[in-house]
């Protein structure tokens, strides 16, 4: 979760002044929202994640299923996908998920009913970027048709993406070898503080004419995390084959939680439906991604200045949330135990936990488990 | 071509297919009697004066949002447990309980289905009474639950078959899953008697049942929270270990923000805390953890002493609202002419009624009156107002008489 410079959770000033609308508004109630979830909700996040210009949503083959949260989302997809993808039991179907991945991805789906999950390449802790080589080599090589699940910008936990030129080889592949993408896209907005730059892949796989679905979430982005929103973006064909589709998740969604919450919907729509409050969120969400981009630079500088032995390039060339440090298991134990700062042991750090206050330290303490631990 | 050429359009379904034509409907007589949410007697939805002071309460103070545990909010997943077991319950007092909140009755329901498809290997299989609410069945289905049932209405006495209920119980497979409604029966309102939940409770005890009770509206049915509990919390006096599904979304009005509870009474609190790390690894990988909004509201409510008594006044405000339609439609019906038995119209209780009307008839009303139901003659009497009683009495009377 995000925190601000005094290491505070935040609620978004945006987000204070439409619940105090929603509060005010005596015409509101606590009904049963429509299965699907709210209308407007449904379909201003989907614009968010296609763009306003979408020839999709022009061409009405873009459907939308609000969820609890970017898991929900992830879960109706895989729950649809398990029925209804290639053929009607796709239990064997392979779904691949990057090496690593939030560890929950696996669980989805394997409560989803997919028996064989497996890993494509991904992170390249030897040069502490991406493997694209691995990954490609993995597309052409897995069974055709397989699921790959994609994230869209921001990738959890390593905190590195591939490029535009990179994504696109990454869809010709996916092309060829009819690859289904399933994008997780929970830090839109939130990784580079430009909405359009972090939805490039996914509106890029749209343009070139592929079915997609899209788990959006609005924890981070809107700070909404106990709200639970997030949103299942469906690109098809055409119109008729995604009302087929929303039909069918309609009966997956009736039996898991029958309808979504309201609250966290009517915020998120509200705010999107107004020119005057998107501006105002978007400069809240450019807040916190700057404030993350400049720890990101501020601690990258100060490793240097130390000359902490290695590169440091990574921390500022990574982005989002998470930064795989390249930190070994031992020099995290020494960062938790002699320095009481506390990360995973794969060496990824939440950057939000930085802050001016603390960058001394953290870096200092970075160094000498560089140097004293090998 | 698109990977979805293949994929069937949904049936649609039946209870929405009925407020679609109310609302296409341009009698101004018409009555919409699908409708599975409380209304005031001006038809309108119903927001408790406890949410809107609860509300107002957790707005001042000014909370962040991060995310809840996985097992929800923990005054909220307590003062759930209190509320359905009462509390001087030995099993809420010793701790030997636990319970995770979830998506309002749907998903507590749902958590509870997987809960038992991966942990109890005895059987696969779910007894429902006949009939049932119509999510049930696929609820447990796509958990991979198998579904079996048990005598339970009689449509030819609109009421209770208990001898038949008692019969099919008591020849259940041993160890396999009964579920129960422990109160205001959806979609019949037909509840067993107190001396009849002592019976039921003998024989399920003796088949080695376990018990699935489904508890969606306590204090809506009766007016009183305890009673409407009665059987819940005997069956656990019995010594049977339940396992409990609640939903707030009725008697509390919280139908949108989705508050409920999962609850499995254990042999002592270690098992217990053995099923709740369980429970969250189910509940993981369906949302990760469950929206805050509802379980605040009804946190606030049932913990502070005032709100939650103004919240007993208006649950009781509401089902004694319900309950005085019963009456007024009963005797209307009278008024009318009818030479009918409608008895079963007041004997039922909570929101339904299963009117015992046939579709025919239900067409009837439908196209001739613009009052509309569902296919198996079910009433949702909380669309029922003293404004349009005798209305629906004189329909109800044209296409019976």
């Known amino acids: 979760a995000y925190r601000t410079d005094e290491g505070q959770p935040w609620v978004l000033p945006v987000v204070k002044k439409v619940e105090q609308m929603i509060a005010n508004d005596n015409s509101l109630n606590h009904e049963y929202l429509p299965i699907l979830g709210l209308p407007e909700f449904r379909a201003n996040a989907s614009r968010i994640a296609l763009g306003d210009d979408s020839p999709a949503i022009k061409e009405k083959r873009v459907g939308s299923v609000q969820s609890l949260g970017g898991t929900g989302a992830l879960r109706i997809g895989a729950e649809f996908l398990r029925r209804w993808y290639n053929g009607n039991n796709n239990t064997a179907t392979?779904?691949?998920?990057?090496?690593?991945?939030?560890?929950?991805?696996?669980?989805?789906?394997?409560?989803?009913?997919?028996?064989?999950?497996?890993?494509?390449?991904?992170?390249?802790?030897?040069?502490?970027?991406?493997?694209?080589?691995?990954?490609?080599?993995?597309?052409?090589?897995?069974?055709?048709?397989?699921?790959?699940?994609?994230?869209?910008?921001?990738?959890?936990?390593?905190?590195?993406?591939?490029?535009?030129?990179?994504?696109?080889?990454?869809?010709?592949?996916?092309?060829?070898?009819?690859?289904?993408?399933?994008?997780?896209?929970?830090?839109?907005?939130?990784?580079?503080?430009?909405?359009?730059?972090?939805?490039?892949?996914?509106?890029?796989?749209?343009?070139?004419?592929?079915?997609?679905?899209?788990?959006?979430?609005?924890?981070?982005?809107?700070?909404?995390?106990?709200?639970?929103?997030?949103?299942?973006?469906?690109?098809?064909?055409?119109?008729?084959?995604?009302?087929?589709?929303?039909?069918?998740?309609?009966?997956?969604?009736?039996?898991?939680?029958?309808?979504?919450?309201?609250?966290?919907?009517?915020?998120?729509?509200?705010?999107?439906?107004?020119?005057?409050?998107?501006?105002?969120?978007?400069?809240?969400?450019?807040?916190?991604?700057?404030?993350?981009?400049?720890?990101?630079?501020?601690?990258?500088?100060?490793?240097?200045?130390?000359?902490?032995?290695?590169?440091?390039?990574?921390?500022?060339?990574?982005?989002?949330?998470?930064?795989?440090?390249?930190?070994?298991?031992?020099?995290?134990?020494?960062?938790?135990?002699?320095?009481?700062?506390?990360?995973?042991?794969?060496?990824?750090?939440?950057?939000?936990?930085?802050?001016?206050?603390?960058?001394?330290?953290?870096?200092?303490?970075?160094?000498?488990?560089?140097?004293k631990i090998q | 071509s698109s990977w979805w050429s293949h994929v069937e359009m949904g049936p649609p379904d039946p209870i929405l297919g009925v407020t679609e034509a109310y609302k296409r409907d341009t009698n101004s007589k018409k009555m919409n009697l699908g409708v599975g949410a409380y209304r005031d007697d001006n038809g309108k939805p119903y927001v408790l004066n406890c949410v809107r002071k609860a509300e107002a309460m957790i707005a001042s103070k000014k909370m962040d949002k991060e995310y809840l545990p996985i097992g929800g909010l923990a005054d909220f997943t307590r003062a759930s447990a209190e509320l359905a077991l009462g509390e001087n319950s030995e099993a809420f007092k010793s701790g030997r309980y636990v319970t995770v909140q979830g998506i309002s009755g749907t998903g507590s329901l749902r958590i509870g289905a997987n809960f038992l498809q991966r942990f109890f290997k005895a059987s696969r299989d779910v007894y429902l009474p006949k009939p049932s609410w119509g999510n049930h069945t696929p609820i447990f289905r796509d958990a991979g639950m198998q579904l079996q049932a048990y005598r339970y209405y009689d449509p030819k006495t609109c009421s209770l078959d208990f001898s038949g209920a008692m019969d099919d119980i008591s020849k259940i497979p041993e160890k396999s899953i009964i579920l129960l409604h422990a109160c205001a029966h959806n979609p019949t309102g037909v509840d067993p008697r107190q001396e009849q939940w002592k019976e039921l409770a003998a024989t399920v005890k003796k088949r080695n049942l376990l018990v699935y009770f489904d508890m969606a509206y306590q204090g809506f049915a009766s007016g009183d929270i305890n009673r409407d509990a009665w059987a819940v919390r005997y069956?656990?006096?019995?010594?049977?270990?339940?396992?409990?599904?609640?939903?707030?979304?009725?008697?509390?009005?919280?139908?949108?923000?989705?508050?409920?509870?999962?609850?499995?009474?254990?042999?002592?609190?270690?098992?217990?805390?053995?099923?709740?790390?369980?429970?969250?690894?189910?509940?993981?990988?369906?949302?990760?953890?469950?929206?805050?909004?509802?379980?605040?509201?009804?946190?606030?409510?049932l913990n502070t002493p005032d709100l939650r008594k103004e919240w007993l006044t208006e649950v009781k405000g509401m089902a004694d609202r319900i309950i005085s339609m019963r009456t007024q439609l009963v005797s209307n019906l009278k008024k009318e002419g009818s030479s009918h038995n409608w008895q079963h119209i007041t004997d039922q209780i909570g929101m339904f009624c299963f009117t015992g009307l046939k579709p025919d008839q239900v067409e009837r009303l439908i196209k001739e009156f613009s009052v509309y139901m569902t296919k198996d003659g079910r009433i949702s009497v909380a669309g029922v107002t003293s404004g349009n009683v005798g209305y629906l009495a004189h329909a109800i009377h044209q296409v019976t008489k």
Request: with cysteine.
């Open chain 1, 94 to 371: 392979p779904v691949y998920v990057s090496a690593p991945s939030w560890e929950n991805h696996n669980s989805v789906f394997m409560d989803a009913g997919f028996k064989d999950i497996r890993t494509y390449h991904y992170w390249d802790a030897a040069k502490r970027g991406l493997d694209l080589k691995g990954l490609l080599s993995d597309m052409e090589n897995a069974p055709e048709f397989s699921i790959f699940i994609l994230h869209a910008c921001a990738h959890n936990p390593t905190g590195t993406d591939p490029t535009p030129e990179q994504w696109k080889q990454i869809a010709a592949v996916m092309k060829l070898r009819n690859l289904f993408p399933f994008f997780d896209s929970a830090y839109q907005g939130f990784a580079s503080g430009s909405l359009d730059k972090d939805a490039w892949a996914v509106r890029y796989f749209v343009s070139e004419g592929f079915e997609l679905f899209c788990a959006q979430s609005f924890s981070k982005n809107f700070g909404l995390y106990n709200e639970r929103v997030g949103n299942l973006t469906v690109v098809g064909k055409d119109a008729d084959n995604v009302q087929r589709v929303l039909s069918q998740m309609e009966k997956i969604v009736r039996t898991t939680w029958s309808n979504p919450p309201s609250q966290g919907a009517r915020i998120v729509a509200t705010t999107l439906s107004s020119p005057q409050l998107f501006d105002e969120w978007y400069g809240n969400v450019k807040t916190m991604a700057d404030r993350v981009l400049l720890m990101r630079s501020e601690l990258r500088s100060r490793l240097e200045a130390l000359g902490t032995p290695g590169t440091w390039n990574h921390i500022t060339e990574q982005i989002g949330m998470f930064s795989f440090t390249g930190l070994n298991p031992k020099q995290v134990e020494y960062m938790v135990k002699e320095k009481h700062i506390y990360l995973m042991a794969s060496g990824r750090i939440n950057m939000c936990g930085l802050t001016t206050k603390n960058l001394d330290y953290v870096a200092k303490s970075i160094h000498e488990a560089v140097t």
């Open chain 2, 235 to 301: 069956f656990i006096e019995q010594g049977i270990n339940i396992v409990l599904s609640q939903s707030f979304a009725k008697n509390m009005g919280l139908y949108g923000e989705r508050a409920g509870a999962f609850t499995v009474i254990c042999s002592d609190a270690d098992e217990a805390k053995r099923v709740e790390s369980q429970l969250k690894i189910l509940i993981r990988p369906m949302y990760s953890n469950p929206p805050v909004n509802g379980a605040r509201i009804a946190s606030m409510i």
